[in-house]
């Protein structure tokens, strides 16, 4: 078993990049697919990144998603932030091949 | 368009239980890894269970194991999760997820869970 961690808040400026982390507690973070998604207030979760870097169709090229073996950690990173991104973001792993495992989730505020 | 409808939420008292569906279309059901994944009220999601293609393969949440059961009818294009001996901190709207598997993962809108007396 393992845990994935993220800042629990950020925030930036509209225009501005900012990237969000989320490092693995034990185990490669290369070991298994990295997933992403945004949660809007009063909506359900949306992909953003699947399969550490795959952005889904209608995701702006704005989000991308990398994953950094020397940290341990995956990587979602906003660029050209819009007010329309302030939501909460999660990233997801897996563990037993099927089995997912959630970061606690990192508030963005675009101000 | 993938889609993914949860149904069956509702108020239960403690130690009730309540079976919770999915019902999916816009793919093909049968080849995709499901998911139960909850959020309690202001807080974040939780992973609950997970259910091979097959039904090989089924994974419970520790604070779940014991009590609820997820079980999927390819046939019927449909997930579910049995929930017994149902407590307070139940209490969160449910989603049914689909895994990646070499496509996004999508989400249905969720179904609240309130566990009360």
């Known amino acids: 078993n393992f845990m994935l961690t993220q800042p629990h808040s950020v925030s930036e400026s509209p225009g501005k990049t900012v990237t969000i982390s989320c490092t693995r507690s034990?185990?490669?973070?290369?070991?298994?697919?990295v997933q992403w998604y945004q949660q809007r207030p009063g909506s359900s979760p949306t992909t953003v990144i699947y399969?550490?870097?795959?952005?889904p169709s209608g995701v702006p090229d704005r989000f991308s998603g990398s994953i950094d073996s020397s940290s341990n950690s995956a990587s979602l990173t906003i660029s050209g932030l819009k007010t329309e991104d302030e939501a909460d973001y999660y990233c997801q792993s897996y563990d037993s091949s099927i089995l997912w495992v959630f970061g606690g989730g990192t508030k963005l505020t675009v101000l | 368009e993938v889609q993914l409808v949860e149904s069956g939420g509702g108020l239960v008292k403690p130690g009730g239980s309540l079976r919770l569906s999915c019902a999916a279309s816009?793919?093909?059901?049968?080849?995709?890894?499901m998911n139960w994944v909850r959020q309690a009220p202001g807080k974040g999601l939780e992973w609950v269970s997970s259910i091979s293609s097959s039904s090989s393969y089924i994974y419970y949440a520790d604070s779940v194991k014991g009590r609820f059961t997820i079980s999927r009818d390819n046939a019927k294009n449909s997930l579910y999760l049995q929930m017994n001996s149902l407590r307070a901190e139940d209490t969160a709207v449910y989603y049914c997820a689909r895994d990646s598997g070499g496509d996004p993962a999508y989400w249905g809108q969720g179904t609240l869970v309130t566990v009360s007396s």
């Open positions: 034990s185990g490669s973070i290369a070991s298994n697919y």
């Open positions: 816009g793919f093909t059901f049968s080849s995709y890894s």
């Open positions: 399969e550490d870097n795959q952005r």
